[in-house]
């Protein structure tokens, strides 16, 4: 109806999932590196975790939007409340096999000769797996048997997992201890920032042919957030609800106010709306910078040295496409909360003049800043090296596998 009353080509705030209406917030920006990083290396798990309607599924959407399916085989479950059996025969539907009979071992079978089958075409395999926290253990389990599969040194088939909040907690069991080795990247998709709300709103409406009609007024803004806490699929539904009213009461400018009245309409309690957090620094929302995993440990990274210049090969992205690769600066080995490290707050002025402290103690607070600028700096040049080798290291990849296909091919 509001379509129609605003001159609209389509519906802008859909819930369903739509990789057109990609937006980049700094979470989905630094999600987006982590992903090229995983494809780049080929093999293993990557786990990306967010609230439900955080933009998990729009996110690999538009990460496969942006390879190129020439030289990759994409399936994805969204089916994930099943037996390790049941999950077999899932993913040989998803991939097009056919298996001879419900026994597990002619799944595997089958499921193994495709990948050999893609390997030699020159195929690599990725499977997504959607609301991965439904899985049971021995699912899980099934799915690490399956990255087992190898062609020579080549891992055959590379998998994603999209998840709630709490499957951090079940990757964390004992019982995953082989699956978390396989993890080569992390990310957790966080909620937008409120000055995110306005480029949001307006990218989507862009896209569906908006003139500035309705206008938005600046409040507007401030409430969708603290009505949605900047969750995406929440923006959508609350946006929605308001072009509705606007189009029903015949308004042409949406303020806060109105806002308020759809949010009060939807039956959201004044509990439900939240309050601004503090901003981040602003130059972690403008550059997309490597985030830090939970589990990272405090000590430095070890050298890395500069690989020779590979020849040139065709990357498994599209150029168009090609993100920038963050530092892999993580591991995986515990998924639990980084600890929160307490800086204490400066002592408040008192009536009597503290006194000064002796000079030796000024030399070597002097000394611990001129340390800490020099670890600074350091980070900074190690940072900048890693970007450069990531590089290097994606085409010195497609070189090795170019090698390893000529290898076979000559083999048979």
């Known amino acids: 109806m509001y379509e129609q009353f605003y001159g609209f080509s389509a519906r802008p705030f859909q819930l369903t999932p739509d990789p057109r209406f990609w937006f980049e917030s700094a979470t989905h920006r630094t999600a987006m590196s982590y992903l090229g990083y995983g ?10 975790t967010g609230e439900v309607g955080s933009g998990k599924t729009t996110l690999v959407g538009h990460v496969m939007e942006s390879v190129d399916p ?11 409340q099943v037996a390790d059996a049941d999950l077999l025969r899932l993913v040989a539907d998803a991939f097009d096999i056919a298996i001879a009979s419900p026994a597990k071992s002619d799944a595997l079978a089958a499921i193994e000769t495709f990948l050999h089958e893609e390997a030699r075409a020159g195929r690599r395999v990725l499977l997504i797996v959607d609301e991965a926290q439904n899985l049971a253990v021995s699912a899980l389990e099934e799915l690490r048997m399956l990255s087992n599969f190898q062609l020579g040194e080549t891992s055959l088939l590379q998998i994603f997992l999209l998840a709630q909040p709490e499957f951090r907690k079940t990757l964390a069991s004992p019982q995953l201890e082989q699956l978390r080795q396989r993890v080569i990247a992390t990310h957790h998709l966080e909620a937008m920032l409120p000055e995110e709300v306005e480029p949001y709103l307006i990218h989507r409406l862009s ?8 206008v938005f007024a600046p409040a507007a803004y401030g409430e969708l957030w603290k009505a949605s806490a900047g969750i995406p699929r929440r923006v959508n539904t609350i946006a929605s609800r ?6 029903v009461e015949e308004l042409h400018e949406l303020s806060g106010d109105d806002v308020r009245a759809v949010v009060a309409d939807m039956g959201l309690s004044p509990a439900e709306l939240v309050e601004a957090p503090a901003p981040r620094a602003a130059a972690a929302a403008a550059t997309p910078v490597a985030p830090v995993v939970a589990e990272m440990q405090a000590a430095p990274p070890p ?4 690989p020779q ?3 040139a090969q065709e990357p498994v992205f599209a150029r168009s496409a090609q993100p920038e690769m963050p530092a892999p600066g993580f591991t995986v080995a515990d998924f639990a909360e980084p600890p929160v490290v307490n800086i204490p707050a400066e002592p408040e002025a008192s009536a009597t003049p503290e006194p000064a402290l002796p000079l030796a103690d000024d030399i070597e607070l002097e000394a611990l800043r001129a340390q800490l600028v020099a670890l600074e700096a350091r980070c900074e040049e190690q940072d900048a090296a890693i970007r450069r080798i990531l590089g290097l290291l994606i085409r010195w990849v497609e070189q090795d596998e170019a090698e390893v296909r000529e290898l076979h091919g000559r083999a048979a």
């Open 303 to 306: 050298p890395v040295s500069e």
């Open 309 to 311: 210049q590979p020849s």
């Open 207 to 214: 896209l569906v042919g908006w003139r500035e009609d309705p």
């Open 39 to 48: 494809l780049a290396q080929g093999e293993g798990f990557i786990v990306i």
């Open 70 to 80: 020439s030289r990759l085989t994409a399936a994805r479950l969204v089916s994930t």
């Open 242 to 247: 308001l072009l509705l009213y606007g189009a």
